[in-house]
């Protein structure tokens, strides 16, 4: 893997030669990996995300266009699209998380500048690690940086989620957007998905590696049983609400609560929300486990959160089980989970600094053993959230002023 120096040349270099001016500006935009609280997000409950060290790379400078032109580095495409009327652009789809953002930008009341933008990424596309979300808010960070308009960090991730939910039309909650805008190095971060408070709460000097390991299954059923799974949760929610007339969504409904009404729902719903109401009690207990340096704790609540993942809310597939399988028979293995929507990407554990050797050579041999397949295995570093990296940039060999 390329150093994020040698990447950033690389791409301002490549900038120079397909635009013929030097770049104004580069953002980076953060992948992320979800410790504990899935399926949360939409229901108003609590996630624990790091952002990773994996990330999207903009370089940009206004044009007097008006239009916004893009090239992808890793995809060697270019897509134009006016800002005038921003459409869908149906080849190149990876154009559409900047064409949302903008538009959704627009509609905010911004008035954005014509501009060109050379794009590049590290995050493994397709594997749950959130390379759209990485998109959208260096997109959106990116347009900040040219144009100089206020907007803070979590109006930043609604408008990117927005961008996805209407534009792009994936109904996702905010985790990922909210994450890799506001993530905190050597920290994970508690997230309030109805209020967006959010804290900080330290990982580094834990002794702990988070490890991710990538399934190589590709996430075919996401889009629609994320969907039914919404509707589920919506569908509980309003049948349960004859008996707790006060709630809005499952983020409100007790483990108390809970086990006195939730057996009026039906079997199906019954399940999802009883996996949502208990994730929103772990993740609690994860944050006060992971202050207190409870790892012991904190990685049976993965455990936990893993088989509820597989048994209640269905999301789960023989790929991410046997992958934790491989890493809970390591010994140093605190926790292993599934992570994000489910159905095939990747598992994340969290793993003690001298099992992280044997975790590399064991798990992926069981696995391959299992399932014919070598998993791709990262070990990340929670690092912070977006940022503009440099700005008032020169192409190799232009004059410098002065
Ligand atoms: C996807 C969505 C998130 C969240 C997770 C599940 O990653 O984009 O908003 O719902 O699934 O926790």
């Avoid at 897509?79 to 559409?96: H, M, P, Q």
């Avoid at 506001?182 to 580094?204: M, Q, S, W």
Wanted: proline share 3%.
């Amino acid at each position: 893997m390329a150093d994020l120096e040698s990447r950033i040349e690389t791409l301002e270099n490549k900038f120079c030669e397909v635009y013929g001016v030097s770049p104004e500006t580069v953002v980076r935009a953060p992948g992320r990996v979800n410790l504990i609280g899935e399926h949360t997000d939409y229901n108003d409950g609590y996630v624990l995300p790091i952002a990773i060290d994996r990330d999207i790379l903009i370089t940009a400078a206004p044009s007097d266009e008006s239009a916004v032109c893009l090239y992808s580095l890793n995809f060697d495409r270019v897509s134009v699209f006016s800002l005038g009327n921003i459409a869908r652009d149906r080849v190149n789809k990876w154009s559409n998380y900047t064409r949302g953002v903008v538009q959704m930008l627009q509609r905010s009341g911004r008035k954005i500048r014509g501009a060109n933008l050379a794009i590049q990424g590290d995050i493994p596309h397709g594997a749950g690690l959130s390379s759209s979300a990485a998109l959208e808010v260096a997109s959106a960070m990116v347009f900040q940086s040219l144009n100089d308009f206020e907007m803070d960090g979590a109006e930043m991730a609604l408008l990117c989620q927005k961008a996805e939910n209407q534009f792009v039309g994936v109904n996702c909650g905010i985790m990922d957007q909210f994450i890799s805008r506001l993530g905190a190095k050597n920290h994970a971060l508690f997230v309030d998905c109805r209020t967006l408070d959010h804290e900080a709460v330290p990982l580094a000097k834990q002794g702990i590696k988070v490890i991710v390991a990538d399934s190589m299954k590709k996430r075919d059923l996401v889009d629609s049983e994320y969907n039914m799974r919404r509707a589920q949760c919506e569908e509980a929610v309003s049948l349960l609400r004859t008996y707790l007339p006060g709630i809005k969504a499952l983020r409100d409904v007790s483990i108390a609560d809970f086990k006195r009404y939730g057996r009026q729902l039906p079997p199906t719903v019954r399940r999802r929300a009883e996996h949502v109401v208990s994730e929103d009690d772990r993740v609690l207990r994860s944050v006060d486990a992971l202050k207190k340096g409870g790892l012991t704790l904190f990685g049976k609540l993965m455990n936990q959160s893993h088989e509820s993942l597989r048994e209640l809310y269905e999301v789960s597939c023989r790929e991410l089980d046997a992958l934790v399988d491989a890493a809970l028979k390591i010994p140093g293995v605190y926790g292993s989970r599934m992570t994000g929507a489910g159905f095939g990407g990747c598992t994340v554990s969290l793993v003690a600094d001298d099992a992280v050797e044997d975790f590399l050579e064991k798990v992926p041999v069981e696995y391959k053993a299992r399932i014919g397949v070598t998993p791709t295995i990262y070990v990340c570093t929670p690092e912070g959230g977006a940022e503009v990296l440099a700005d008032g940039l020169e192409c190799p060999g232009s004059e410098i002023d002065g």
